[in-house]
Structure formats: structure tokens, C-alpha cells
């Protein structure tokens, strides 16, 4: 757990910034670098060409060679759906978020349309896919998303 892991831009899942600066309390979540479950597996095998060989070229030339691998499968990166939209309008959209419909399609999100009254004012925001589990704000609205989703998208994930 940390409020703070990503000071490099070496992912693109995980913000390197917080949605508010002035509120690191929703910035406290699993890190970006916590690997729930890997598992490793590493081989190795020698060739049996010419081991015995007399002949020197043939024995080192030839034969003892070393193959080997590593194979690392390990639980996905938590992501944090971002909005890519300044939606708290510090400026920055690096870093805001998504709002969620718990009640959506699982890997779905749609945007938002501005609903305006008669005089012209925006006055609310719809979004255009009411199946949709994510909803990316366009600006004012608070997401009600913390820093990483209670689980882990796959990266293909549209």
C-alpha cells in the first residue's frame, strides 16, 4: 500500500500524479508495483553432443552447449481508469478520473453530453451510453473512482 509509487511515467495504467493535490487521502490504494501472485520457472539443459568426444574441436566446438529460460507469469497491474479530460479543471488531465456505473457492461465507457437549459448553461451532464460501466466526465463533475479499481483490467482491455 502507498500513496505515491509511480515517479517515473513507466506504465501508462497507473497515473503518476494524484487527481487532487491538495487531497492525497484517495491516492491511498494497492501499489503499482504489488504483484499479488508470480510464479517463475527456470530451465536448463546441456547438450549431450560429443561430451565424451577425445578430440578437443569436436567436444568444445561442437558439443557443450547450454540451452536455458525463464518463464515469469504474475497477476495483472491494478488500474486506475483515467479520464483524459480535465475534469477537476486544475489544468492538468493527467491524472483525472473516471466516474463508474456499477450497474454497467464490465469494459465499456462512454463520454459524456452536455444538457444545457434555455438560456444556454450547461446544467448537467448525460452520459451517451447508459449501459456503459465506465464514464469519462467532462468538467466540474467528481469522479468516484479511487486510485486503482477494486480489480485489475486486463491490459487488452478497450
Not at 499479488?36 to 578430440?55: D, G, I
Amino acid at each position: 500500500m502507498d500513496d505515491s509509487t509511480m515517479e517515473l511515467n513507466f506504465t501508462s495504467l497507473t497515473p503518476r500524479r494524484p487527481q487532487d493535490f491538495y487531497n492525497l487521502r484517495p491516492e491511498w490504494a494497492s501499489s503499482a508495483l504489488d504483484r499479488r501472485h508470480r510464479l517463475t520457472l527456470t530451465w536448463l539443459y546441456q547438450t549431450p553432443w560429443f561430451e565424451k568426444n577425445q578430440s578437443w574441436l569436436l567436444r568444445n566446438l561442437f558439443g557443450n552447449y547450454q540451452v536455458s529460460g525463464i518463464y515469469t507469469a504474475e497477476s495483472p497491474e491494478w488500474v486506475t481508469p483515467q479520464s483524459v479530460a480535465d475534469a477537476n479543471l486544475n489544468t492538468d488531465a493527467i491524472g483525472d478520473r473516471v466516474i463508474v456505473n456499477p450497474n454497467g457492461t464490465p469494459g465499456t465507457g462512454s463520454d459524456v453530453k452536455q444538457l444545457k437549459n434555455s438560456a444556454g448553461l450547461v446544467v448537467a451532464f448525460r452520459s451517451r451510453g447508459i449501459r456503459r460501466s465506465w464514464v469519462r466526465p467532462h468538467r466540474r463533475p467528481r469522479s468516484s473512482v479511487a486510485k486503482h479499481a477494486k480489480s485489475p483490467m486486463r491490459r487488452s482491455c478497450p
